[in-house]
């Protein structure tokens, strides 16, 4: 390796290392079936899915029951609780 190609493999390291580290991303797109201050649901199928929403939710428009609408979200862990696992039986 040349260290052009070094110096390189390092910059592509350090710009793609935030990528890597973001959430994923999701999508529903379906028919509102509610809006609230603090959630939207979307008709999915025969599922309706419930998503938080808060001040920094960016909206275009103005989304009414029945609107088709594309909802962009992510999943992030508020909490996590773990416990042991029970110990192995002995035979």
């Given at each position: 390796m040349t260290?052009?190609?070094i110096w390189i493999a390092a910059a592509a390291l350090v710009f793609?290392?935030?990528?890597?580290?973001a959430d994923h991303s999701y999508q529903v797109t379906g028919p509102?079936?509610?809006s609230t201050a603090t959630s939207i649901t979307v008709q999915k199928g025969k599922e309706n899915w419930q998503?938080?929403?808060?001040a920094g939710t960016k909206v275009t428009g103005d989304p009414k029951k029945g609107d088709k609408v594309t909802v962009y979200y992510t999943m992030t862990a508020t909490e996590i609780e773990a416990k042991p696992a029970p110990a192995a039986k002995k035979k």
């Open positions: 260290r052009g190609s793609a290392a935030p990528a890597f580290s509102v079936v509610d998503i938080a929403k808060d």
